[in-house]
């Protein structure tokens, strides 16, 4: 008999004929029936829980395939701020409550997208409410902005080089700007932040659990988090799925790869169901400001047609590591944004591919932002998976000043992908980007952004397109399509109750739902109030 049974509701299946139902029974955290109210209600028992929807929707648990953490953190909190004057407040006030010369640092999860005035606190914007204090203002994960006092700090003048994989700007008066990009962060030395715990996943899972997401994906974390999972997992208390990719200081020589994984312990795909290693994250390019591109960035950031964006990973030592990797039986994901980087990494795989085949092990560009027709069929000779994510959603504004309209409005073509043939996982990148995974939904189906208006409606994919992206299609990423992904006999109970229809409704309540209900194993891991 059925632990529980979910009736009268609007069950969107996801599995191969994209059937409907009214009625799901959980028996042993998985599901053992799907159809109508009639037919499920009389499968339970006495001791059988019945959820009554009251018509509401339930679809698949939504999962991430790149998410790095919840967002937050101690430092000051720019993520709700919408202009520059709110952004300067929030460092204002940070700075009231320290002493002279203590270090202001913010947290990462906010874009200058978000502001009205579309643009990036410079040097001369914090000195404004920071004379005193260094500050240091983290962008997503490869930016920091200094004030005056902490470039003075760091000892960071025009006379600094250029780091190799990193980049000192300056502002069109040719002084420093105060703005680090990629491996020119490590310039600075941050105060170590607190110490990742238990309790702190909990917290970050629990976030993730109220948006509707199941199963997340780590996109390159160090084993210490995974130690901590592991035991997180031992004690019962883990709430969501997760898949790990590691990611070693050592990447950048294949002896040194070689060694840091000996020293870790680590195997390739070992876990189960709650926990897993997924393989190893690298990186060959910067983020929005720094995505390495075939042809320059648009004037004036493209300073003169000489700025092409981040190569941070050269191509000789990141095919050296793909390859020692491959031997090793390790699957590679790889940081790639630009059209060059993704020529980068076409060219690492394909000659890791020619000592051993890498087809069929769901190897992963995560990002792709701008592929070129050329790149198509060296990507379907590789089988290889697009992790896609919403960044434009947040970053719109800014991609078109980086980038110029017609770049920007291509940015991480999922009609393009789907068309091709490709097979395409979802998620957010938080905390680059929000993680609410119906925010995800939302800006594939629309390619609506925050401030910018829809760029690229010709890229819009359907709403059941979009469902399989976030749920199917990630249990494919992780090779668990059999095991979870869809509401089938057998398969995880994991779900998610929305309040309407989320294949009917208007578009702009995508975004703007909240979830009612979210089940991991078969258990309440989040409801309402």
């Known amino acids: 008999m059925p632990d529980t049974i979910l009736v009268n509701g609007h069950i969107i299946t ?8 009214q009625a799901v029974a959980i028996s042993g955290g998985r599901f053992t029936a799907v159809g109508t109210d009639a037919a499920i209600r009389k499968l339970a028992g006495p001791a059988t829980t019945t959820i009554d929807l009251h018509g509401q929707t339930v679809i698949p648990g939504l999962a991430d395939d790149h998410l790095h953490d919840a967002g937050g953190g101690p430092g000051v909190d720019l993520s709700r701020t919408r202009t520059m004057a709110e952004v300067l407040a929030a460092i204002a006030a940070r700075v009231k409550q320290s002493r002279p010369g203590d270090v202001i640092i913010t947290n990462s999860d906010w874009h200058e997208a978000q502001l009205r005035e579309h643009r990036l606190p410079f040097r001369r914007d914090l000195d404004t409410v920071a004379p005193d ?3 240091v203002v983290v962008r997503g994960g490869h930016e920091y902005i200094l004030s005056s006092a902490a470039l003075k700090k760091w000892n960071i003048t025009k ?11 300056r502002g069109p008066d040719t002084e420093l700007n105060g703005e680090l990009i990629d491996r020119a962060k490590s310039l600075v030395q941050l105060p170590p932040g ?6 702190a996943l909990q917290e970050q899972h629990r976030k993730l659990n109220a948006a509707g997401l199941t199963s997340i994906r780590y996109p390159g974390a160090p084993v210490e988090q995974y130690r901590l999972l592991q035991e997180m997992e031992r004690r019962g208390i883990l709430t969501i799925r997760v898949n790990q990719l590691l990611r070693f200081n050592a990447a950048d020589s294949a002896p040194a790869m ?7 312990n ?34 004036p950031w493209g300073e003169g047609g000489t700025f092409r964006g981040v190569n941070t990973m050269k191509q ?11 031997r090793l039986g390790w699957r590679v994901a790889t940081h790639a944004v630009g059209d060059a980087a993704i020529d980068e990494v076409l060219a690492a795989y394909e000659a890791a591919n020619a000592e051993r085949s890498i087809r069929g092990r769901r190897w992963t560009i995560e990002h792709g932002f701008i592929p070129q027709p050329d790149q198509f069929p060296r990507m379907k000779a590789l089988d290889l998976v697009i992790s896609a994510q919403d960044h434009l959603y947040l970053a719109g504004p800014s991609l078109v000043t980086y980038w110029g309209a017609a770049r920007a409005a291509r940015t991480t073509p999922m009609r393009t992908y789907l068309d091709q043939g490709f097979m395409v996982a979802g998620g957010s990148d938080s905390a680059v980007v929000p993680y609410p995974p119906l925010w995800v939904l939302y800006h594939f189906v629309t390619r609506d952004t925050i401030s910018g208006g829809v760029l690229g409606p010709d890229q819009q994919i359907s709403r059941r397109e979009a469902l399989q992206v976030e749920t199917i299609n990630n249990a494919y990423l992780t090779f668990e399509e059999r095991t979870k992904g869809s509401i089938e006999p057998g398969k995880l109970a994991d779900l998610v109750v929305l309040p309407e229809d989320i294949l009917t409704v208007p578009a702009k309540r995508i975004e703007q739902m909240n979830v009612t209900m979210t089940m991991v194993g078969g258990k309440i891991v989040y409801r309402r109030p």
């Open 258 to 264: 070689r060694a840091a994984i000996a020293a870790s």
């Open 159 to 169: 006379d600094t080089p250029q780091p190799s994989g990193g980049r000192i700007t």
């Open 266 to 299: 680590l195997t390739p795909d070992e876990g189960d169901d709650w926990l897993r290693i997924g393989g190893m994250k690298l990186g060959v390019d910067g983020g929005f400001e720094g995505g390495w591109m075939r042809q320059p960035y648009a004037e």
């Open 194 to 199: 607190p110490a990742l715990t238990i309790e």
């Open 316 to 326: 000789a030592p990141y095919t050296d590591v793909v390859k020692a990797l491959n």
């Open 14 to 21: 996801v599995d191969s004929r994209f059937s409907m139902a």
């Open 133 to 135: 204090n260094p500050v």
